[in-house]
């Protein structure tokens, strides 16, 4: 009787933690060191918490664990929770729904399934061919598996549609190229898909990051490495720490300082000692005031915009340089780039830093308004500033653009500024770059040649 009755306990246990499921990527293609897609699926849950452990360390240096923690509204009957992470390379990752009571679900995740390898999708009926094709990892999808959100898109190289499936949304079409997803239609598609066939009037249209073709045979384009251009840019923002105050001050009071000391400890008086000691205290005083620096804190905040068209990804960073180590909040998703612990609560991460280090904070990817707009022989600055260090590869500098201004491409001499260093040379030509403080805009062309 009792074995029955335990066995009907873990039978209902076991029913309850099948109640919601977690899905990452897309079907189940994780792209590891990118943004990747989450899905909660679940069913009639109390307000929950989806609590997700990374472990990104090694068996040489320990764990070294990432948290994310979502907060999950009440729900009746299927409820539906979607979001983006990223997720690094890992050697252990598990995930729980919890409540104040009890563990609702739970599960983990196989690193055999990550890879950091980018992924195309095919949206079609006949798939093999376009896997065959592609000569690459691809997976393929329905289309309503594809998000309005452009960080789900991080890790995604191309979209494949062929016209033999549904086709997929619009706005998610445009949020993927957009992130920098080559999206190819494949001529002939029928009339189900003629809203997004009206996104490339042209055998190539510019999107944000990417590009939306339009031709009968799958092709490629010139492949821009966004990563490495992201990761210039944060090399030439580093933050340098703050130079001590001059010594020579410090050693001519402390001069000075020895000398009364001595006088007053001749005279061998009481008052003598105590006005020793007074001066003791006020000169520690001061020296401590003197040598302590004026932010125990350095914030710089800086963005990369890259465009193509009216739309653009922008990419923001936080680099903080602590003096004395601190625990910071970052009011917006995002990950660290040294890949040390951290953890995120909904859309707010908290961080600890410690004496005299610094740490780079990459922001989740979004989508904004281009600020600075390649059209046909002009260069448009869409921007509140002044633009400076203006420069077309293949052309040249031109003049600071004025906000709102538009000029025709003509060179000018001028010098490359450090900013651009190693940004420049994974771009085509006839991309444009300018900056205002630490924020830089790409414009890239239109004109990019297609290969076969």
């Known amino acids: 009787m009792k074995k029955g009755i335990i066995c009907l306990i873990l039978l209902f246990s076991q029913l309850v933690l099948a109640e919601a499921s977690l899905e990452l990527g897309f079907d189940g293609n994780i792209i590891a060191n990118h943004w990747n897609p989450i899905k909660l699926i679940s069913r009639d849950e109390k307000a929950a918490q989806l609590v997700l452990r990374i472990d990104q360390g090694s068996l040489r240096d320990g ?245 193509s068209g009216e739309l653009a990804k922008e990419l923001k960073l936080s680099t903080i340089f602590s003096l004395r180590g601190s625990q910071i909040n970052i009011e917006y998703p995002g990950y660290l780039l040294e890949h040390v612990p951290f953890s995120q609560q909904d859309d707010s991460s908290q961080i600890i830093i410690k004496r005299w280090k610094d740490i780079n904070y990459s922001h989740k990817p979004s989508l904004s308004k281009a600020l600075l707009i390649l059209e046909d022989d002009k260069i448009i600055n869409r921007s509140k500033h002044i633009l400076s260090d203006v420069y077309i590869k293949g052309i040249g500098f031109l003049a600071d653009l004025k906000p709102g201004e538009a000029v025709i491409l003509a060179q000018e001499d001028h010098k490359l500024p450090k900013l651009y260093e190693g940004i420049i040379a994974p771009l085509p030509n006839g991309t444009a770059i300018a900056r205002y403080g630490n924020n830089v805009l790409i414009a890239l062309s239109k004109a990019q040649e297609l290969s076969q």
């Open 63 to 307: 764990e070294n664990i990432v948290n994310y923690s979502f907060s999950i509204p009440r729900s009746h009957g299927i409820s539906i929770f979607e979001n983006d992470i990223y997720i690094p390379k890992w050697q252990k990752f598990t995930w729980q729904l919890l409540n104040e009571e009890s563990v609702l679900a739970s599960g983990s995740f196989d690193r055999r399934f990550a890879s950091p390898t980018k992924l195309s999708l095919i949206i079609s009926a006949n798939p093999s061919k376009w896997f065959r094709a592609s000569n690459e990892r691809a997976a393929n999808i329905a289309a309503n598996s594809l998000t309005k959100r452009l960080a789900s898109y991080d890790g995604i190289s191309k979209i494949i549609i062929d016209g033999t499936a549904p086709a997929p949304k619009l706005e998610n079409l445009i949020a993927a190229a957009t992130a920098g997803v080559h999206v190819s239609l494949l001529e002939p598609l029928p009339n189900s898909h003629v809203e997004i066939i009206a996104l490339a009037p042209d055998r190539i249209q510019g999107l944000g990051a990417g590009f939306i073709t339009k031709t009968a045979n799958l092709i490629n384009l010139q492949n821009i490495e966004f990563e490495k251009i992201f990761t210039n840019f944060v090399a030439n923002n580093s933050i340098k720490a703050p130079k001590s105050k001059p010594q020579i001050p410090i050693i001519i009071a402390l001069s000075i300082f020895a000398i009364l000391v001595l006088i007053l400890m001749r005279l061998g008086q009481n008052s003598a000692i105590m006005t020793s000691l007074s001066l003791s205290l006020i000169a520690t005083i001061l020296a401590w005031t003197y040598l302590m620096p004026e932010h125990l804190e350095i914030t710089k905040e800086q963005s990369l915009q890259i465009a």
